[in-house]
């Protein structure tokens, strides 16, 4: 029994002539004689009652008509959903985020995927550094927007640029180094640092240290949040300064904090959405698609100084 076999039924069933029937279908009539005499011997029931004068259905086959129909449009539905799914149109996605990386574009990025994606079911999960990139290495996440130095150490995940930022200097705006129109190194050198714990973020921890050894200094590093938020208010505070990356934290914090941009190409990073090199999830590029175009908004709408395209 396959799907054909019903559809033929299905069409005698419903017009209750052979003759029409196989016209509809374009076959013979004794084409369509033989698919209903074989359907009726793999159930082993009688599906109509024939004579020379008309064609009616047996109980049997009232009730197999309403099961025939389902059982196609069960197939026609699984068929359209699976090409759906094929094209990305369909399906899950699940993305991974930073916990404050993403605040200035993910918003608009999240709704305008759905507006044009309603049926792919986004599922959306903040993780620290460390965490990201083990998901994205185990297959839990099939997209993971973070930062590309952060993933060097990841050979099975791989990366598309969505912009570049450059890291800064972050202090009060009343701090005595801040209107400086350059950094002086020795002073800030002499300052306390704030960084994320490397316990959550390694990746800043390390990064932070490296931009501050190949400038001469080691940070004094004095307090070590776990979260964004609490770093920028310890900074804010006057407890210490700070490095951050400008386009990702410039949006949605303080008035009152300064950035003052390192020179040098050490101080050049990528926001970047990546996937594990054998993810085939046709939602992926989409995804990406959507993503350039928010943060292409963003990007028109914030004077950026000076940041590389």
């Not at 930062?147 to 930022?165: C, E, F, G, I, K």
């Not at 003052?260 to 993810?279: F, P, Y």
């Amino acid at each position: 029994m396959d799907i054909r076999q019903l559809e033929i039924f299905v069409c005698v069933a419903e017009r209750l002539n052979f003759t029409e029937s196989a016209k509809h279908l374009y076959l013979t009539q004794s084409a369509v004689s033989l698919q209903i005499a074989d359907l009726e011997k793999q159930l082993d029931v009688k599906l109509f009652v024939r004579n020379s004068h008309s064609v009616q259905l047996t109980e049997a086959g009232r009730f197999f008509l309403k099961e025939a129909k389902f059982i196609i449009a069960a197939a026609e539905e699984a068929i359209i959903k699976t090409r759906h799914i094929a094209s990305g149109f369909a399906g899950t996605l699940k993305v991974g985020f930073l916990e404050s990386h993403t605040k200035h574009f993910l918003p608009k990025l999240v709704k305008d995927f759905r507006s044009s994606y309603p049926k792919i079911k986004l599922i959306l999960t903040q993780l620290n550094w460390g965490d990201l990139n083990l998901a994205l290495e185990r297959g839990e996440l099939d997209v993971g927007l973070t930062m590309s130095a952060s993933l060097q150490n990841t050979p099975r995940v791989v990366w598309q640029t969505l912009y570049h930022d450059v890291e800064c200097f972050v202090m009060p705006n009343d701090h005595p180094l801040a209107n400086q129109p350059q950094p002086d190194l020795a002073a800030i050198a002499q300052e306390p640092f704030v960084v994320l714990n490397r316990e959550v973020a390694p990746f800043p921890y390390d990064f932070t240290l490296r931009l501050c050894a190949n400038r001469g200094f080691t940070p004094n590093f004095v307090e070590r949040p776990y979260l964004t938020e609490t770093l920028l208010t310890l900074v804010e505070s006057g407890e210490g300064i700070a490095i951050l990356p400008f386009f990702t934290t410039k949006p949605y914090v303080s008035p009152n904090l300064r950035f003052i941009k390192l020179e040098g190409d050490d101080a050049q990073v990528e926001m970047v959405a990546s996937w594990k090199r054998t993810n085939r999830n046709p939602a992926i590029p989409l995804f990406l698609n959507k993503a350039r175009g928010a943060i292409q908004f963003f990007q028109n709408s914030m004077r950026l100084p000076d940041i590389p395209e």
